[in-house]
């Protein structure tokens, strides 16, 4: 029974385990129901292609809700810096292009964030209604800037950028998976580890505390959405260069999956707390839950409604077994197994505190 | 008045007055804190207990008069939260000293982490340490509370430990008590209470400030009574019994309501 009681607690405090869970009983599922698709490499190959833009997008924006805020601007910032790189691609001749676009992509979506830092945290703009703002502006800007344009970008594939950020590692592993999961890694630490991580949940959980406490609110949040904005460019790069093609309304249509994979994975919507682990393992769920549906066979009426009941499920587990109530478990099962005897002593002396007061 | 040997007082306000605009908040506020003090500062709702704690704080000047820490005097025009963090004047309050959702030990050093090369906070070290204020500096005795415990598990007495055991970590001379047992049932106030005496074992002062005598009582050297902006009495708890210093809190109250009803 001991035993059993230090197994759970050691489970509860895994980050992201009950959404992981999701993520194998659903592919168990699909290996069942679509044999054909699910046992062969290329599927989960195609997942690796597709789903590090969502991924890259989730980990910058579970910094941003776990400061208690809320980006809505990211699609945009994903189209612009798309535009960006496409543009000096395109336009200047010279072997470092790519690189200055790569780069200078990354720049204009880190200044995006910090004019919506700006907005937000100097003026007082709510961050729902700021980056909304700025979310339909960085769209107009880049259609117009693009005349409304795409842009092919097939010489892309020839460069060393393409190579380091969207090639296949031996040939098999899509570059970008290894680049999300670089990024994780990074954001764990930087937000569990670093004194700017620990701000941001100080400041979602209570603002007025984290101000007593001396930490400079203001600047901590221009610094989080510039940070997000750069997170967002770099995912709109490894977009752009991964399907050789600037188009002017890339990213649309990313909003509410990149939001429903950092909600599964159990980053509270309230501020305060989030998790990186969790954002990884929902991105991956998010993406492959379409292909895996359409997969399996049922009519496509049915897709949406089982995406949704999926999502549904995985949030709901992620309460119900969530970190703090595995460790009640654990709680309930160690009272269960001690005497009888101290329970009744520990009764006595609860009554006798009550008689106190 | 300030002498270069050692300053027997933590603290001293001279002529403090301040006004917002025409109205008066304090006026002519001269009193001091021992270097070993617990000061029970006493008061009705809007006598002018926050402002003399936000004065202290840094929060904002006075409009008049002089502030000593220590013997220094403070030169208002460059005082703030921080600088009076680095004077040693630590302020813990009623509801907004931890980060609820947040471990404990990360709410012992936020803002004032350990950390190591580019920022990275010594998680380590900041658990050793918390986990040794715990035990010693503030006794914590809660069931199966560690360092990894978040806030929202402790009582409200608790958290108030937390929060006085964290100011006496980071070498506070004075800790400002902002009515720390308001919404708290006896038995945590009594928690609290016992939190405070390690304030006075520990060789610290503290201005404990309350709008009721009940819980100043038992831990207070002096009692500090401030009426509408300006202190009415100050006397030794053994110049006056619990009851004498009721009945004296009462007649005020009753003098107040006879003057207003004039």
Known sequence: ?357 | MVEDYANPYALQMVNVDKYFGAVCALKNINFEVGSNEIIGLIGDNGAGKSTIVKILTGVFPPTGGELYIAGRKVNFNRYNVQKAHSYGIETVYQDKSLGEKQVLWRNFFIGREITGPFGFINVKKEKEIASEIMVNTIGFRGKGITVDSKVSKLSGGERQGVAIGRAMHFKAELILLDEPTVALSLKEVRKVLDFVHRIKEGGKACIYISHDIQDVYEISDRFVIIDRGEIVASILKEDITRKDLDNFLLEYAHGMKDRIEE
């Open chain 1, 1 to 357: 029974m001991k035993q059993q009681k230090s197994v759970l607690a050691i489970l509860g405090r895994i980050e992201g385990l009950p959404v992981l869970g999701v993520l194998v009983i659903m592919f168990v599922a699909f290996i069942f129901t679509a044999p054909t698709v699910f046992t062969r490499p290329l599927i989960y190959m195609s997942f690796m292609q597709t789903v590090p833009p969502v991924l890259v997008l989730g980990l910058g924006l579970t910094l941003v809700i776990t400061a208690g805020e809320i980006d809505l601007s990211f699609p945009a910032i994903v189209a612009l810096s798309g535009f960006v790189f496409a543009y000096i691609f395109k336009n200047v001749d010279a072997a470092w292009a790519p690189w200055a676009g790569f780069g200078l992509a990354l720049v204009a979506g880190a200044l995006v964030g910090y004019l919506n830092g700006l907005l937000i945290a100097r003026v007082g703009v709510p961050s729902i209604m700021a980056t909304l703002a700025s979310q339909f502006f960085w769209y107009g800007i880049t259609i117009l800037l693009a005349g409304g344009l795409q842009l092919n970008l097939r010489e892309v594939e020839d460069t060393v950028v393409h190579t380091v950020f969207t090639g296949r590692i031996f040939g098999v592993v899509p570059a970008q998976a290894i680049w999300g999961l670089a990024l994780t890694v990074f954001l764990w630490f930087v937000l569990n580890r670093h004194k700017f991580g620990e701000a941001l949940m100080f400041i979602g959980d209570n603002p007025n505390v984290a101000q007593v406490m001396g930490i400079n609110v203001e600047a901590t949040r221009i610094k989080l959405f510039t940070v997000m904005g750069a997170i967002a460019a770099f995912a709109g790069l490894l977009l752009t260069i991964e399907i050789n093609v600037f188009f002017p309304t890339q990213g649309q249509g990313f909003l509410l999956p990149v939001m429903a994979a950092v909600f599964i994975g159990g980053t509270l919507i309230s501020g305060g707390l989030g998790s990186v682990v969790g954002t990884l393992w929902g991105a991956y769920i998010i993406g492959s839950l379409q292909a895996g549906v359409v997969a399996t066979g049922v009519t496509s009426y049915w897709v949406q409604s089982v995406m949704g009941f999926i999502m549904a499920a995985a949030v709901a587990l992620n309460v119900v077994i969530g970190e703090g109530n595995l460790s009640g478990l654990s709680e309930i099962l160690g009272r269960w197994t001690r005497s009888s005897q101290i329970a009744a002593q520990e009764r006595a002396s609860d009554m006798n505190d009550t008689a106190l007061e």
